[in-house]
């Protein structure tokens, strides 16, 4: 399946609702086989109809999700990167490192210690906009949020 081939729309609400489950439960132990029996379809199916309907993996997609939220925990300050690491879901803080610096173009520990104030001013909606990692790996220059 590429993706100028049409995605049938029953495969499409499949689709989303495991996406929908990875937006849920992104801190849980997810992976294509999990997500795929969610989507009522077979783990290479799935995983080719997933990055044909919104041009990333399954895990790249988790991962964003993942750094996202990571992102929100280490502007409160109050955690180490160690712990952000474990609560949003991932287990090696080696991949969460290299992963968030892909994404969002700093280390953990350097996003953390920067200054958040601007960003704690903003409404919540608008927060999780600006501040949502770019996705397939361009970085913001000057790991900008």
Do not use: W
């Not at 439960?25 to 999990?34: G, K, S």
């Not at 988790?62 to 949003?88: F, H, N, P, Q």
């Not at 892909?102 to 608008?126: F, I, K, M, N, W």
């Amino acid at each position: 399946m590429t993706r100028d081939t049409p995605i049938p729309l029953d495969d499409l609400r499949r689709l989303r609702r495991a996406r929908d489950r990875m937006d849920r439960e992104y801190a849980q132990p997810l992976d294509v086989a999990a997500l795929a029996q969610t989507a009522l379809m077979s783990a290479g199916h799935f995983a080719r109809s997933f990055r044909a309907a919104f041009g990333e993996t399954p895990y790249g997609y988790l991962m964003t999700r993942r750094i996202e939220r990571a992102k929100a925990l280490l502007r409160r300050g109050d955690l180490s990167v160690t712990d952000v690491c474990m609560e949003v879901g991932c287990t090696s803080l080696g991949s969460f490192s290299s992963r968030f610096t892909q994404l969002v173009g700093e280390t953990p520990s350097a996003y953390r210690a920067r200054e958040h104030g601007a960003d704690a001013a903003l409404p919540a909606c608008v927060a999780k906009v600006v501040t949502r990692p770019v996705r397939n790996g361009e970085a913001r220059p000057g790991g900008a949020p």
